[in-house]
Every structure is written in C-alpha cells, then in structure tokens.
C-alpha cells in the first residue's frame, strides 16, 4: 500500500465515523425532543420537573448503551489500541457537538451558551453551562485527529505513561468540575449512606426540586483542559521523538 493510499484510508475513515456520529448526535437530539415534550411541555429549565425514577433508569440505560456503541464501532474500524483511543474520543466530540446543534435547529434551544443544562447522568447528574461540553467536544475531536494522524505518518504511537497520566488528570477533574453540584446536595444533605436508593428517595427528589445552578467552577474546567491539552502536547513530541523527526511535516 503506498502512503496515497494510506492517506486516502485515513481521510475516509474519519469522514465515515464523523457522518456516524452525527448521526448518533441528532438522533440523540431527537429523543430529548421526545423527552421535553413529555416532563418539560413548558420548556427545559431549573429548577427541574421530578421524572419518574424507572424513567431516570432507563435514561442510565440509554447512556450506557451509546457509550458500548461508540466503542464498539470505534473497536471496529481500527485494529490498534491507539486508532481505537483516536476513533473513540473524535466520534464522542462530533456526537456531542452535533447533538447541541440539533437540538438549536429542532428546538431553538439553548438561548445562550452559558445555559445550563444536565449532561450526563452516571454516576450523578453532571451539569455545566452548554459552552463547558462544546469546549471538551473540540478538545476530544483534536485530540483524535492528532493520533490518527500521528499513526498515518510515523506508524508508531505510543502514547505512554505521561501522555496518559495528564489526559487522565485532566479528564478527572472536568469530571469533578461537572458532577460538583450535585455530588455536594448528595454529601451535604447526608444521602451518600443511601447512594444505591438515591432515585426512590423522597427528601433527595425534594432537594432536586429546588435546585438552580448558579456557578460553574471555570477555574477547575480551564485546568482539567490545561492537562489534556499538555497530556497531548506529550503525546506529540514522545511521538515525533521516537520516530527521529521532531517537528516533521508532511
């Protein structure tokens, strides 16, 4: 195979899973439209109208599910560890930026970037102003394009314990950043002794009930992307060392 064709390979690969995601970001759209038009007739906003707790689950189901699917299809069109890491993470960038920008076309919604809203659902609500996951999603489809494109020209990725240790760290604390409303109702209002129950409880629905979110921790946000951007910036030159072409172009 020459490196035409390889280039080819790769363009096209990324073109594919990019159309996939997509398509996975307006579907996902389209079931929050379902959603809202159920528990949210009068808009989405806070403080929340309390879902039902089967309702809740079967939400952690459907999370859950995506996220199988996403490895699983990127498991599917790379045969090593570091295509599949670079699949993974550039298909959850697209899925989520794509799944806002459906829900603007379907929805006119949200007015502003800094509205708030719940993005994910395990192990606890994170929550965060739209412009936090935007952010990560371009962060997560960099990330992606610079291994795939690493793996295209050197054929030698080894992301390695320091590229992995800052990633890792960075991810850790946008996570901290998104889950910390919540995770404090649970610890400060004494639920954490009930966690497996937490949806059934009463007293933890009412606390939800009169939850508005007010600050985003940007200062925890900008550090957690700070080391992922250092995390890849390690991954870059480990790379380009190892291959004997600091700096190299194409």
């Known amino acids: 195979m020459n490196v035409e064709e390889t280039k080819t390979d790769h363009v096209r690969r990324f073109v594919w899973l990019g159309i996939f995601a997509a398509a996975m970001g307006a579907l996902e759209a389209i079931v929050v439209v379902y959603l809202r038009e159920l528990y949210h007739p009068a808009g989405f906003q806070f403080p929340m109208t309390p879902v039902p707790h089967t309702m809740l689950l079967m939400e952690m189901l459907r999370e859950s599910c995506t996220i199988v699917m996403l490895a699983a299809v990127s498991a599917a069109v790379a045969k090593t560890f570091p295509l599949r890491f670079s699949s993974f993470v550039f298909i959850f960038g697209?899925?989520?930026?794509?799944?806002?920008?459906?829900?603007?076309?379907?929805?006119?919604?949200?007015?502003?970037?800094?509205?708030?809203?719940?993005?994910?659902?395990?192990?606890?609500?994170?929550?965060?102003?739209?412009?936090?996951?935007?952010?990560?999603?371009?962060?997560?489809?960099?990330?992606?394009?610079?291994?795939?494109?690493?793996?295209?020209?050197?054929?030698?990725?080894h992301i390695g314990a320091a590229a992995w240790a800052l990633m890792g760290l960075g991810a850790f604390v946008i996570f901290l950043a998104f889950i910390r409303d919540y995770s404090r109702i649970i610890i400060e209002g004494g639920f954490l002794a009930d966690f497996a129950h937490l949806l059934r409880d009463q007293a933890f629905q009412a606390a939800l009930a009169s939850y508005v979110p007010r600050h985003f921790p940007w200062s925890a946000f900008a550090l957690g992307e700070t080391l992922l951007l250092a995390g890849a910036m390690v991954l870059y030159r480990r790379t380009t060392r190892d291959a004997g072409i600091v700096g190299g172009t194409d």
């Open 94 to 157: 697209v899925w989520d930026l794509l799944y806002y920008l459906a829900l603007k076309l379907l929805l006119d919604w949200p007015p502003s970037l800094f509205t708030w809203d719940i993005l994910f659902l395990i192990p606890v609500a994170w929550t965060g102003p739209v412009l936090a996951p935007l952010v990560v999603s371009l962060t997560l489809i960099g990330l992606g394009l610079l291994v795939g494109r690493l793996d295209r020209k050197y054929a030698m990725v």
